[in-house]
């Protein structure tokens, strides 16, 4: 089955500062990556997410990039700001029929006012 | 509009115990997730059901667990014979459809005595 890698576990910057969180994923089928954010007691919460036959995505102070060939996509936040601290997962999935998506295991994100 | 609802938000039960966390997903969503996640890791997949049917169990880890969708919207997670080891923070997703972006609710955690 599909294995995400997720690094780093922890990213402290300033506020202002760029963050940039890094997955790689195992199955070369995989064509849907999403990014969740979670705060402590609450669910996961979409950000942002991108297919297969995009390379870039952007929404703001957020993007996405992904390499299929390397089997890696990264999450970019520019302008931090003390709100954007949090847990951050990245997913993957290899079935567009069903969205049994396999996890990282998290960046907890610290942004220093 | 309303958002995924998870009851009870907290169980705490003893070893040997039954219980049953129930979820009320996004009206009209068709599709229903059961995801698990421990302490410091990413959500697991554990069940995905498409409208009434369990169209994948193959995250449930054993037969001690079980879920049904009766009337293809609220959906109860079972667990029979509880151990300490199925203390988690148990998530349910939904989605317009199998091909859309999941919506989590906060989850229920439930805790083994």
């Known amino acids: 089955g599909e294995n995400v890698e997720q690094h780093p576990s922890t990213l402290s910057v300033q506020e202002g500062d760029s963050a940039v969180i890094k997955c790689t994923y195992s199955?070369?089928?995989?064509?849907?990556f999403p990014w969740y954010k979670q705060e402590l007691g609450k669910g996961p919460q979409l950000i942002i997410d991108i297919r297969s036959n995009v390379g870039e995505k952007k929404d703001q102070r957020i993007a996405v990039t992904l390499n299929k060939t390397a089997k890696h996509f990264s999450l970019h936040i520019t302008e931090t700001q003390p709100e954007d601290s949090a847990v951050y997962f990245c997913a993957a999935t290899a079935d567009t029929g069903r969205r049994a998506l396999t996890f990282g295991s998290g960046t907890r994100l610290q942004v220093q006012p | 509009g309303a958002g995924v609802s998870q009851t009870p938000s907290n169980k705490v039960t003893e070893k040997g115990k039954y219980v049953e966390l129930r979820c009320d997903p996004i009206s009209g969503h068709t599709a229903l997730y059961w995801y698990r996640q421990s302490l410091g890791q990413g959500p697991e997949f554990l069940i995905y059901f498409q409208g009434t049917g369990a169209a994948d169990d193959s995250g449930l880890p054993n037969d001690r667990f079980f879920a049904v969708r009766p009337e293809g919207s609220v959906s109860t997670l079972k667990i029979q014979r509880t151990e300490r080891g199925d203390s988690a923070v148990y998530l349910c997703?939904?989605?317009?459809?199998?091909?859309?972006?999941?919506?989590f609710g906060n989850g229920t955690r439930l805790t083994v005595t």
């Open positions: 997703a939904s989605s317009r459809t199998g091909n859309s972006p999941l919506h």
């Open positions: 199955d070369s089928a995989s064509n849907y």
